[in-house]
T-cell receptor, first 118, second 113 residues
Framework: AQKITQTQPGMFVQEKEAVTLDCTYD???????LFWYKQPSSGEMIFLIY??????QNATEGRYSLNFQKARKSANLVISASQLGDSAMYFC???????????????FGKGTLLTVNP | DAGVIQSPRHEVTEMGQEVTLRCKPI?????LFWYRQTMMRGLELLIY????????DSGMPEDRFSAKMPNASFSTLKIQPSEPRDSAVYFC???????????FGPGTRLTVL
């Protein structure tokens, strides 16, 4: 079963505007971590932001923030003041932390291709 | 500080040839992961190491694939013999602990003709 769902294959945004990239997840484990990575056309995977399931506040890193809604199982990435260099593929990922278990695999969504228009 | 280093960045080879991909993790990171990215299957974990010991290789597709980590600063992923369906981008990532953020290398784009 798919554990990470990114419903937007592609998104467009005007430079300097904010954009929200959607991510929903599925887990029965109460302890988990959520990550966002950026993959520009050059191919590298760049870590952006992390949210733990027990974190009380939404994570923020510069222009990136995570809109974490635990009850809805969503962890949307918000990019404020978009820049041309933000054009890239964005991946949401989750890692479950089974109590006493050993499966810590990072599961990725299929990604959202963001294009920032000048 | 240097991030995860991978070499080569691009590899083109012919079917049947042996391919070796290399990775140097971030210094001090105890965990190293090998991933494969394809359009069809997305990002898949192949294997990961803890303190140079392979822990979970259930993602390794076939016996043609093997991975080693002879020391804390070097790992290899070998494909022998290579096949066209192995064409993909192979990433190496490392983390301090198993539950910590994984930092990825730039990847190796492999093309098997």
């Amino acid at each position: 079963a798919q554990k990470i769902t990114q419903t937007q294959p592609g998104m467009f945004v005007q430079e300097k505007e904010a954009v929200t990239l959607d991510c929903t997840y599925d887990t029965s484990d109460p302890s988990y971590g959520l990550f966002w990575y950026k993959q520009p056309s050059s191919g590298e995977m760049i870590f952006l932001i992390y949210q733990g399931s027990y974190d009380q506040q939404n994570a923020t890193e510069g222009r990136y923030s995570l809109n974490f809604q635990k009850a809805r199982k969503s962890a949307n990435l918000v990019i404020s003041a978009s820049q041309l260099g933000d054009s890239a593929m964005y991946f949401c990922a989750m890692r479950e932390l089974y109590s006493g278990g050993s499966n810590y695999k990072l599961t990725f969504g299929k990604g959202t291709l963001l294009t920032v228009n000048p | 500080d240097a991030g995860v280093i991978q070499s080569p960045r691009h590899e083109v080879t012919e079917m049947g040839q042996e391919v070796t991909l290399r990775c140097k993790p971030i210094s001090g990171h105890d965990y190293l992961f090998w991933y494969r990215q394809t359009m069809m299957r997305g990002l898949e974990l192949l294997i990961y190491f803890n303190n140079n010991v392979p822990i979970d290789d259930s993602g390794m597709p076939e016996d043609r694939f093997s991975a080693k980590m002879p020391n804390a600063s070097f790992s290899t992923l070998k494909i022998q013999p290579s096949e066209p369906r192995d064409s993909a981008v192979y990433f190496c990532a490392s983390s301090l602990g198993l539950t910590d953020t994984q930092y990825f290398g730039p990847g190796t784009r492999l093309t098997v003709l």
